[in-house]
Every structure is written in structure tokens, then in C-alpha cells.
């Protein structure tokens, strides 16, 4: 099962997060996001190792700027 978040920085932190990847076994999951959340502006939501959107769904897979745009 693929699984796709939009705006994951917003949906993807906390309970959520945990819910959906207790309950699907075999999965992947794709978040999209135009403001990641970086080490710099991260906040712990109770675990401190799921703070940033690159340690919640790994590897950016791709990413580009306003400019690139």
C-alpha cells in the first residue's frame, strides 16, 4: 500500500502519524510538503525521534526552491 500526505509537515507529526503506521503492516508513505520542518525550527511533539519531516518519512526524495520553481 502506497500511502500520500499533502502537507505532511502539518498532518504527519504526533498521534497521526503512529495510527496509520501501526495499521497498515506493508506500506510506503510519500509526504509532499512546500515547508519541511528543519532541526532549526523543530519542536518535540512527545518524540524526540520524529522532530523533522526528513526523520518521519526518511530521504528527501527530491527538492527545489521559490527560484527553481
Same mark, same amino acid.
Given at each position: 500500500?502506497?500511502?500520500?500526505?499533502?502537507?505532511?509537515?502539518?498532518?504527519?507529526?504526533?498521534?497521526?502519524?503512529?495510527?496509520?503506521?501501526?495499521?497498515?503492516?506493508?506500506?510506503?508513505? $510519500? %509526504?509532499?510538503?512546500?515547508?519541511?520542518?528543519?532541526?532549526? +525550527? #523543530?519542536?518535540?511533539?512527545?518524540?524526540?525521534?520524529?522532530?523533522?519531516?526528513?526523520?518521519? $518519512? %526518511?530521504?528527501?526524495?527530491?527538492?527545489?526552491?521559490?527560484? +527553481? #520553481?
Amino acid at each position: 500500500v502506497a500511502i500520500l500526505f499533502d502537507e505532511c509537515h502539518r498532518s504527519q507529526f504526533g498521534t497521526m502519524h503512529k495510527l496509520i503506521s501501526d495499521n497498515f503492516k506493508n506500506h510506503i508513505m $510519500f %509526504g509532499f510538503t512546500g515547508t519541511p520542518i528543519l532541526a532549526e +525550527n #523543530a519542536k518535540s511533539g512527545g518524540d524526540p525521534t520524529r522532530r523533522t519531516t526528513e526523520q518521519l $518519512f %526518511g530521504k528527501y526524495l527530491h527538492k527545489y526552491t521559490v527560484a +527553481n #520553481a
